[in-house]
């Protein structure tokens, strides 16, 4: 179970939540300077899915049927991509989710 799911259930604090992704983050990060790779990636824990290096996400998920407008009350990305550029001086890619995923 990933650290977000135990947040929204309730058995960690958001502090602990965000402390868990950012050791992810740390982990994919360093994989990846090991491995001597140009552009990283921070994988994308927070989203709760596999890692972005191992997984192009689901494609059984039916898309939602839009019937007013769409608005994001925050940003998405820049508090993950920040953190994880941070651990790098290395070109950092942003990841945003598919938009299926935006939706729901």
């Known amino acids: 179970m990933s650290s ?3 947040l929204v259930g309730q058995r960690i604090s958001e502090e602990e939540c965000v402390k868990a992704i950012t050791e992810e983050i740390r982990k994919v990060v ?8 140009d552009v990283l990636v921070h994988g994308e824990p ?6 972005a290096l191992t997984s192009y996400g ?12 769409v608005s994001r009350p925050n940003p998405m990305t820049v508090f993950w ?6 651990l790098t001086k290395r070109p ?4 945003l989710t598919g938009l299926v995923t ?3």
């Open 4 to 6: 977000r799911s135990h």
């Open 30 to 37: 360093e994989l990846q300077e090991e491995l001597d790779i």
């Open 46 to 51: 927070q989203s709760g899915k596999r890692s």
């Open 58 to 69: 689901s494609r059984c998920v039916k898309p939602p049927i839009i019937y007013g407008d």
């Open 81 to 86: 991509s920040s953190k994880a550029q941070s």
């Open 92 to 95: 950092m890619k942003g990841i």
């Open 102 to 104: 935006i939706l729901n």
